[in-house]
């Protein structure tokens, strides 16, 4: 399971706001890049062996160049501080093909869109697709202060327009967004989209919780914090379609993991169940979905081996 993986130059390196920088990748050769959608990210391939996930947050119609934008957080896991410590313009960086698991509903009556923070970057690339296609739509963007807020000017045209509306709390989330008014009542023909930090998904979530199946749409950087117990994740089987090979699952180990002890080369990245580089066809059997990704026409045939586990005694995975 391997995927397309290119190696870009970085063009540019921009000040987007306080500890965010964007990064322009271009071809070396200035062939054109594989067309991506708004909503999409790509995994990008740091110096140290590290993997990480960017939105792109151009304009989906540019086939010459992918921007990505990144917070440098000093509490991660130390792929955003390699970014801004390490990459530098006329660097070449490993970078895959773009992957969407956030796609625009184009079709909908009209379109709101939250994003708190970063979590803006792939809202930005929607802006862009929603404006071409003359689409109905409103962003409201939750930031600490204005010189937190990142694309501020690219976005000023939209922000007198009402079309985009910054909210800044000043570390006090009572002074933000009212995500509970906003969200009470569902206009008909309205898709969400939200992205950003676990708190305020989850509020969103929340205040939406009665909103139709199919109208709600998140992005997530990390997983959410679910309490889980790990005794009673049972062992199961996997057998591998190829070769009608069974290889055991404990309790304590992953698909993915196991796999990988049995030789078998699977591409992932986040092992959250968050990226979907990981996505498998199960082709037997009956998954425990634990990812945050796939939706649930996708989860009738995938799965993702880093998180997922079986309800059934084997699963029959197309490997």
């Known amino acids: 399971m391997t995927e397309l993986r290119m190696q870009l130059r970085v063009r540019a390196v921009c000040y987007e706001a306080e500890g965010i920088n964007s990064y322009e990748l271009v071809d070396p050769k200035e062939a054109e890049l594989p067309p991506f959608t708004a909503g999409a990210h790509v995994d990008v391939h740091l110096p140290g062996n590290v993997i990480r996930q960017y939105s792109l947050c151009n ?7 992918y921007v990505v934008a990144v917070l440098r957080e000093t509490a991660g896991r130390g792929g955003s501080q390699t970014m801004h410590r390490d ?14 698991n956030f796609p625009l509903a184009e079709t909908a009556a009209r379109h709101l869109l939250i994003a708190g923070g970063i979590g803006v970057t792939p809202l930005v ?9 003359g ?27 009402g079309r985009v509306i910054v909210h800044h709390d000043y570390g006090n989330p009572a002074n933000g967004l009212d995500v509970a008014k906003l969200l009470a009542r569902h206009a008909p023909g309205t898709h969400l989209y939200c992205c950003g930090p676990s708190g305020l998904m989850a509020a969103v979530k929340s205040a939406a919780a009665d909103w139709p199946a199919g109208t709600l749409h998140f992005e997530y950087f990390a997983a959410p914090a679910v309490a889980r117990d790990p005794a009673a994740d049972g062992e199961f089987q996997v057998r591998l379609a190829s ?21 078998l080369s699977i591409e992932s990245s986040c092992e959250a169940g968050t990226c979907g580089t990981c996505q498998t066809r199960y082709l037997d059997g009956e998954p425990d979905h634990r990812d945050y990704v796939l939706t ?24």
């Open 59 to 65: 304009d989906p119609r540019e086939r010459h160049r």
């Open 125 to 133: 690339a929607m802006l862009h697709r929603l404006q071409s296609i």
């Open 87 to 100: 990459v530098r313009a006329g660097d070449l960086l490993a970078v895959s093909a773009p992957r969407n």
């Open 135 to 161: 689409a109905d739509f409103t962003l409201h963007y939750c930031t600490r202060a204005p010189e937190k807020t990142a694309f501020a000017g690219a976005l000023a045209a939209l922000i007198r327009a």
């Open 243 to 263: 070769s009608g090979r069974l290889i055991a699952i404990p309790k304590d180990k992953s698909i993915l993991e196991t796999l990988r002890e049995h030789w």
């Open 296 to 319: 649930d026409e996708d989860q009738k045939k995938f799965l993702m081996v880093c998180v997922s586990r079986a309800k059934s005694a084997i699963l029959t995975l197309e490997l």
